[in-house]
């Protein structure tokens, strides 16, 4: 590994190759500004990564010409690029993206990544995030990376030896801090909806925003839950502190706190920090349906845009317009219904809008994309309700979807589904 600076350490990038961004909380933002600094002398720089945080500078329109994105996971700097063209977005399962780099099917000519600076053995951790990096940094035929003084070192299948990368840059910028969501009263039932559904013993896959947030503040009459996820914010902190999260049961990383990445505030990172409890792990093996299975209580809770009265589940599109991605949500949706005691919950307000739409629809909108099937759906909660799915009719499930809608719109529901499913 040679030293250098930021300017130096994206020189030999060149117009028309393929870049891979370290993504989430360890966004390399040194080297990205870096590297649009040289945008007037690059053309079609193809930027490939998952949701990153910070601006995305690389995603401002009067760049268009020097870089275009090649989205994995829409995050909320990349919609704008996505809807007007500038950016085109991948659909994968998470646990397939390492496997697009391996494979060759998304060549790198390079990847930036943020790491912490290389220890008494020269091992540089890959701090906040692991996600599908390990693969891009093995895959990549240049490795360019922050060598940060201030990003936690995490333990697990985190790290990169020194003499994988090529090129080190020397800085002190903390990983980007993800505030704590405001909890409303919708948020409040749904997590205690969700939470009478998580027996004791269970592992939990949660993710980010107030629904998981006031699913954990519902878990604290639970014992000894573990966790096994993709991702984690604060709200497990919180658990494991309270004795709530211990991980005793788990049958697979028994004790471990098993996560792809993480995005908090700085209380979240000075917890993981050197931290033996946690252990972070690629994509492909935190999504890997055969190990999601084997959790007996596997408990996957997710999120979802809209839900028809047939069960189908859209996550990743608003109508024709793409929001974010298809995520893990399959990987863990499949998985925890194999589980022998497992629980598939896909969690959301009854409402959007302001409470002018329902998210429970008679039918998905035109352009919608189906991330859960209605062969793979569970049980749907929203602040009304749980509906429970599996083994149940089309008009069953029409049926138990309505009770769970916003009462202002259940009228409107039944007499669409006497219309179209004659019930």
Same mark, same amino acid.
């Given at each position: 590994m040679r030293i250098v600076s930021a300017e130096e350490a994206v020189a030999g990038i060149r117009s028309g190759q393929q870049v891979y961004v370290h993504g989430a909380s360890a966004t390399p933002s040194v080297l990205l500004d870096a590297l649009v600094a040289r945008a007037p002398e690059l053309r079609d720089v193809r930027v490939v990564h998952l949701h990153i945080e910070g601006p995305g500078p690389h995603l401002a329109p009067e760049l268009a010409g020097s870089f275009r994105h090649l989205a994995l996971f829409i995050g909320p700097n990349a919609r704008a690029a996505i809807a007007e063209g500038r950016a085109e977005y991948i659909p994968a399962f998470l646990s397939d993206v390492p496997r697009l780099f391996t494979s060759g099917l998304l060549p790198l $000519?390079? *990847?930036?990544?943020?790491?912490?600076?290389?220890?008494?053995?020269?091992?540089?951790?890959?701090?906040t995030s692991v996600d599908a990096v390990l693969a891009a940094v093995r895959s990549a035929k240049t490795v360019i990376a922050q060598l940060n003084s201030a990003m936690p070192r995490t333990l697990g299948d985190a790290f990169v030896h020194a003499s994988e990368i090529d090129l080190g840059v020397e800085v002190e910028v903390p990983p980007y801090v993800h505030a704590n969501p405001v909890i409303g009263d919708v948020e409040r039932r749904i997590g205690e909806y969700v939470a $009478?559904? *998580?027996?004791?013993?269970a592992t939990l896959q949660m993710g980010i925003g107030a629904i998981p947030s006031a699913v954990g503040l519902a878990l604290h009459a639970k014992r000894d839950l573990g966790v096994h996820t993709e991702m984690f914010t604060d709200v497990v902190v919180d658990l494991v502190e309270a004795g709530i999260v211990t991980g005793a049961r788990k049958e697979r990383n028994r004790g471990k706190l098993v996560t792809a990445f993480m995005m908090g505030t700085e209380r979240l990172y000075r917890f993981v920090d050197d931290n033996p409890m946690v252990e972070m792990r690629p994509v492909d093996y935190t999504n890997d349906t055969h190990v999601i299975r084997q959790f007996s209580r596997m408990t996957a809770i997710n999120s979802a845009i809209s839900v028809d009265l047939t069960g189908q589940v859209s996550a990743d599109s608003i109508g024709y317009r793409l929001y974010s991605g298809v995520g893990g949500q399959m990987d863990f949706i499949r998985g925890a219904a194999l589980a022998e005691e497992?629980?598939?919950?896909?969690?959301?307000?009854?409402?959007?809008?302001?409470g002018r739409h329902s998210r429970i629809t008679p039918f998905l909108a035109e352009g919608s994309g189906v991330v859960t099937t209605r062969a793979h759906v569970r049980t749907i909660v929203t602040e009304w309700g749980v509906a429970e799915l599996f083994g149940k009719s089309v008009q069953e499930r029409a049926r138990a979807l309505i009770a769970i809608a916003h009462p202002e719109f259940r009228d409107q529901l039944t007499a669409k589904a006497r219309e179209i499913f004659r019930i």
């Open positions: $000519d390079a *990847v930036l990544i943020n790491v912490t600076p290389p220890d008494a053995h020269g091992f540089c951790s890959l701090g $009478d559904l *998580v027996p004791d013993g497992g629980r598939a919950i896909i969690a959301l307000p009854s409402t959007a809008g302001d």
